[in-house]
């Protein structure tokens, strides 16, 4: 309904990246969408993910990649590829972030859920953006983090003035029952105002999507996956020791490691699994969707990606968030728990393989997260873009419900 409008127009993505895919990910789906849906629109991301080029990416999109930063244990940052000092690294960045806005002139530009970017990194931007008219939008997810935690770490950042004077829209990309990501933040009613709930964002697997290797089982299997696998080996140990005592009970088990889990640890997880016949293991697919999509159930720490993935081919799901340094899976997992659209297995427990081997058990039983009884929770992608085609169309959509702001 939308595709002949917004000829020649422009969106400039920032992609918060540091470690892991999740922004990537989520910014991807956006750009697509968006380009599906305008035949004029052109869509450029910004991103420091070292695997960008891994993914591949549809007509009138494109990206930028700027030298890539990791946080460290003890909160501060390092250059990830480069050997010169993180001040520089994080100068030429703001730098490439700048000259790329100014080059490229985005009628919109989205920046995704750090407000002023890595240390500050786009502020800059925003305030020239917003000079010459670009619309400003701030684009969230569900669950940022405990409402104490986050208000310290927006508080020492600086953030609540910009979302005041820097940003037009913010966008949450979840519905309102599964609560608010800006909970206990004195924000006015002129940020609130500005709020929208999108609904989440719904996947599908490409039509393109071509297969390297042939998945190891014919019957559908268990998918075990914690996303980008930087913080997912304490999950996978304990499935995987769960097949290890009770391997004749056990549905075949699919486990896709991630691109940035420590080369030793997947080197032990896959040694553990070649002994074992009903165990197979990837270490990255760049199209984890068709892998949902053929799972009988998942697995997964319930990042917001994965999770939007369980509710969109409906797959009965078992969540083991972390807790740490972020607190934002444990919720959206507890969440998810209240309101039957997934099972949590708490990771403070003493992880006994006991519990593993019946929660695995009883997944077989699960009814899919549709059973639940809630409606409308996948309509992210349409309502962003009816957000845009407002803005930038000049129109409201006939999506009546994006007048639902959050209070």
């Given at each position: 309904?939308?595709?002949?409008?917004?000829?020649?127009?422009?969106?400039?993505?920032?992609?918060?990246?540091?470690?892991?895919?999740?922004?990537?990910?989520?910014?991807?789906?956006?750009?697509?969408?968006?380009?599906?849906?305008?035949?004029?629109?052109?869509?450029?991301?910004?991103?420091?993910?070292?695997?960008?080029?891994?993914?591949?990416?549809?007509?009138?999109?494109?990206?930028?990649?700027?030298?890539?930063?990791?946080?460290?244990?003890?909160?501060?940052?390092?250059?990830?590829?480069?050997?010169?000092?993180?001040?520089?690294?994080?100068?030429?960045?703001?730098?490439?972030?700048?000259?790329?806005?100014?080059?490229?002139?985005?009628?919109?530009?989205?920046?995704?859920?750090?407000?002023?970017?890595?240390?500050?990194?786009?502020?800059?931007?925003?305030?020239?953006?917003?000079?010459?008219?670009?619309?400003?939008?701030?684009?969230?997810?569900?669950?940022?983090?405990?409402?104490?935690?986050?208000?310290?770490?927006?508080?020492?950042?600086?953030?609540?003035?910009?979302?005041?004077?820097?940003?037009?829209?913010?966008?949450?990309?979840?519905?309102?029952?599964l609560g608010d990501p800006l909970a206990g933040l004195d924000l006015g009613p002129q940020v609130r105002e500005r709020m929208v709930y999108t609904g989440y964002l719904e996947r599908s697997v490409p039509h393109n999507t071509t297969r390297v290797q042939p998945l190891p089982f014919s019957e559908p299997y268990l998918l075990v996956?914690?996303?980008?696998?930087?913080?997912?080996?304490?999950?996978?140990?304990?499935?995987?020791?769960?097949?290890?005592?009770?391997?004749?009970?056990?549905?075949?088990?699919?486990?896709?490691?991630?691109?940035?889990?420590?080369?030793?640890?997947?080197?032990?997880?896959?040694?553990?699994?070649?002994?074992?016949?009903?165990?197979?293991?990837?270490?990255?697919?760049?199209?984890?969707?068709?892998?949902?999509?053929?799972?009988?159930?998942?697995?997964?720490?319930?990042?917001?990606?994965?999770?939007?993935?369980?509710?969109?081919?409906?797959?009965?799901?078992?969540?083991?968030?972390?807790?740490?340094?972020?607190?934002?899976?444990?919720?959206?997992?507890?969440?998810?728990?209240?309101?039957?659209?997934?099972?949590?297995?708490?990771?403070?427990?003493?992880?006994?393989?006991?519990?593993?081997?019946?929660?695995?058990?009883?997944?077989?039983?699960?009814?899919?997260?549709?059973?639940?009884?809630?409606?409308?929770?996948?309509?992210?992608?349409?309502?962003?873009?009816?957000?845009?085609?407002?803005?930038?169309?000049?129109?409201?959509?006939?999506?009546?419900?994006?007048?639902?702001q959050a209070t």
């Amino acid at each position: 309904m939308f595709t002949d409008r917004l000829h020649n127009a422009r969106i400039l993505i920032y992609s918060h990246d540091t470690f892991g895919l999740g922004h990537l990910r989520r910014c991807r789906t956006i750009a697509h969408a968006l380009v599906d849906r305008f035949k004029g629109l052109s869509v450029l991301i910004l991103s420091g993910s070292p695997i960008i080029g891994s993914f591949d990416f549809r007509a009138r999109v494109d990206f930028v990649r700027v030298p890539g930063v990791i946080k460290l244990h003890n909160g501060e940052y390092t250059s990830l590829g480069l050997h010169i000092d993180i001040n520089e690294t994080l100068a030429m960045r703001a730098a490439i972030i700048r000259h790329t806005a100014e080059a490229f002139s985005p009628d919109l530009f989205l920046v995704d859920k750090e407000p002023l970017g890595l240390e500050g990194e786009v502020e800059q931007t925003l305030r020239q953006c917003r000079e010459r008219g670009t619309v400003n939008v701030l684009g969230l997810r569900d669950v940022l983090d405990d409402p104490m935690l986050l208000k310290r770490e927006w508080r020492r950042k600086k953030v609540i003035p910009a979302l005041q004077d820097l940003y037009d829209e913010i966008w949450v990309y979840g519905p309102p029952e599964l609560g608010d990501p800006l909970a206990g933040l004195d924000l006015g009613p002129q940020v609130r105002e500005r709020m929208v709930y999108t609904g989440y964002l719904e996947r599908s697997v490409p039509h393109n999507t071509t297969r390297v290797q042939p998945l190891p089982f014919s019957e559908p299997y268990l998918l075990v996956t914690s996303g980008g696998g930087g913080d997912g080996a304490m999950m996978f140990d304990w499935v995987l020791r769960a097949y290890e005592a009770d391997r004749p009970q056990q549905r075949p088990a699919l486990f896709v490691l991630g691109p940035f889990m420590q080369p030793d640890v997947q080197r032990e997880f896959i040694a553990r699994a070649e002994r074992l016949s009903n165990v197979a293991v990837l270490t990255f697919d760049a199209h984890v969707e068709s892998l949902i999509q053929g799972a009988a159930a998942v697995v997964a720490m319930g990042g917001y990606n994965t999770f939007c993935e369980i509710l969109s081919f409906d797959k009965p799901a078992l969540l083991i968030p972390r807790a740490y340094p972020r607190r934002e899976q444990l919720i959206r997992a507890r969440r998810a728990h209240t309101l039957g659209l997934a099972r949590v297995l708490e990771p403070d427990t003493d992880r006994s393989t006991a519990d593993m081997i019946a929660a695995l058990s009883a997944l077989e039983q699960q009814p899919p997260p549709s059973a639940s009884g809630l409606t409308g929770l996948l309509r992210g992608l349409d309502a962003v873009a009816s957000l845009v085609d407002r803005r930038l169309g000049g129109e409201v959509s006939d999506y009546g419900w994006l007048g639902a702001q959050a209070t």
